[in-house]
């Protein structure tokens, strides 16, 4: 089974992401891709596509509910790695459960992550 978050994406499809403009500054250590982001104001950037009156991140690959992914996941804004994925470590998720919900998706509960990680363990 894979990981729900690839089976999902709709968080990517409902903010606004705005960062500190250094996250996207390789001169000073950051790794977001510059071209893929947009000046928000003389502090902050934001992912391109996230603005829009329906917001999707210009990163975002593949289908929501289906199969989506980051495609920029190991040099995503810190904001993104601040949004868990309802109750995988225990806690709801409001940013999770707001954007599935917007995406006609039901929200993530403690049960799934049973499931996910029964079909997961290894095989002995
Ligand atoms: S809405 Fe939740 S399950 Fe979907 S990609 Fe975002 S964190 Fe993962
Ligand atoms: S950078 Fe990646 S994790 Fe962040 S909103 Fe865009 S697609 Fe989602």
Redesign the pocket.
Known sequence: MIH??LR?????ACFRVAFHWMEADSSLGGEVPPELTEQLDPHRLVMRGTQAYQPRCVALEGTIGVA?RCGIHPRRPSVCRD????WEFGEP?P??DK??ITHG?SP?TPEDWIRFREANAPKV
Request: hydrophobic share 25%.
């Open positions: 729900p978050c999902c994406g709709a968080c990517c989506a949004v868990p994925p309802s998720s940013q999770c954007g599935r998706l993530l």
